[in-house]
């Protein structure tokens, strides 16, 4: 039997959530992070330089990885830990940037 997640008031009115089923809601969230973040930075809504784009990115890797880990999808693992770790120094470069200009 899967393990579930029941969510809501009373037995009678929970949903059921299966684990497979938070693993996918987590990866789909990390896709439309990725995606946001492109696509902001596509029409020059972001900048690469921002917070709200290296963030997106470490949101759409975290959820890709958990859903990755979840499917023992060890390519998708690796390339998505990179990208995270890309997208937290970009954040800790950019951070360094602004504490020395105050």
């Known amino acids: 039997m899967p393990h579930v997640l029941y969510i ?3 037995k009678r009115s929970m949903y059921q959530l299966s684990m497979s089923g938070i693993y996918s809601l987590l990866g789909w969230i990390g ?9 902001l930075l596509s029409i020059n809504k972001i900048k690469a330089n921002q917070l709200i784009y290296h963030a997106l990115n470490i949101v759409g890797a975290v959820g ?5 880990v979840y499917h023992a999808d060890l390519p ?3 390339v998505n830990l990179v990208w995270g770790l890309i997208a937290v120094t970009a954040l ?3 951070w360094r940037k602004r504490k020395k200009q105050n």
Do not use: E, K, P, Q
């Open 8 to 10: 809501g008031r009373t």
């Open 31 to 39: 896709t439309l992070a990725y995606l946001l973040a492109y696509f």
């Open 64 to 68: 890709l990885i958990a859903s990755a």
């Open 76 to 78: 998708n693992i690796v």
């Open 92 to 94: 800790v470069v950019l």
